[in-house]
């Protein structure tokens, strides 16, 4: 099956631990995304990645880190250094199926849920 | 100034009637628009996405788009339980920004 994956579906950090959010996909898209989403809040970007070891900080990077070593692959790191990581996390890919500039559409995994200790 | 904005709702529907969801935007060079819905505890998905002014239909859901107005909403016929979720506006500019910004939700209940 052709997809988005996300592990683990809930994740504990205790005070001072770096915790690796894993997002992998097969569906052959370019672009990847990683959003961040609070409760009665909308989607906030993260980190984003277009090719293969090149990404760009999203609205809200402090705190958070990625790699983009491979194209399935699309991993984010939550350091110590983001106080407040309490919130579902959720990882997107995109392709352009309209085929007009800038018509990309972007599909999402399940998430994971991020909580802490 | 929030770019894109939703009523949070909620808005409550009986079955079998339409409902009616808006969203406006702010930055006038937004070309790309998407609803995506969200059941609770879960993921987005998407639903429609639209590029040109006028009407977009794929089954029960119609898309609006009104660039001059800056305005897109999403239309949902003969409602269904089923069909309760937060329902999420997206827009994105197409000249070298990838960038989606979505809207908070809104969320729609349908009334058996």
């Known amino acids: 099956d052709g997809g988005i994956t996300q592990s683990p579906k809930y994740l504990f950090r205790k005070e001072g631990q770096n915790v690796t959010l894993s997002c992998e996909q097969n569906?052959?898209?370019?672009?990847m995304y990683w959003y961040r989403q609070d409760p009665g809040q909308g989607l906030r970007l993260i980190y984003y990645?277009?090719?293969?070891?090149?990404?760009q900080k999203g609205d809200i990077a402090e705190g958070y880190s990625v790699s983009r070593e491979k194209k399935e692959s699309f991993p984010l790191t939550v350091t110590s250094a983001q106080k407040n990581p309490t919130a579902f996390y959720l990882c997107?890919?995109?392709?352009?199926?309209?085929?007009?500039?800038?018509?990309?559409?972007?599909?999402f995994g399940p998430g994971t849920r991020l909580l802490v200790l | 100034q929030k770019e894109v904005e939703q009523n949070s709702g909620p808005l409550s529907v009986p079955e079998g009637a339409i409902a009616s969801l808006n969203c406006t935007y702010s930055d006038r060079v937004s070309q790309s628009f998407f609803w995506y819905r969200q059941y609770s505890g879960k993921s987005p998905e998407l639903i429609m996405s639209i590029y040109s002014n006028g009407d977009k239909e794929d089954g029960r859901f119609t898309a609006q788009l009104n660039k001059a107005s800056q305005y897109v909403s999403l239309l949902i016929r003969d409602s269904q339980p089923s069909d309760s979720a937060t329902y999420l506006c997206?827009?994105?500019?197409?000249?070298?920004?990838?960038?989606?910004?979505f809207g908070t939700g809104t969320r729609l209940t349908i009334i058996p």
């Open positions: 997107a890919s995109s392709i352009n199926l309209a085929g007009g500039p800038g018509q990309e559409t972007q599909y």
């Open positions: 569906l052959n898209h370019d672009a």
């Open positions: 990645s277009q090719i293969v070891n090149d990404f």
């Open positions: 997206a827009v994105k500019a197409n000249f070298g920004n990838e960038k989606l910004t």
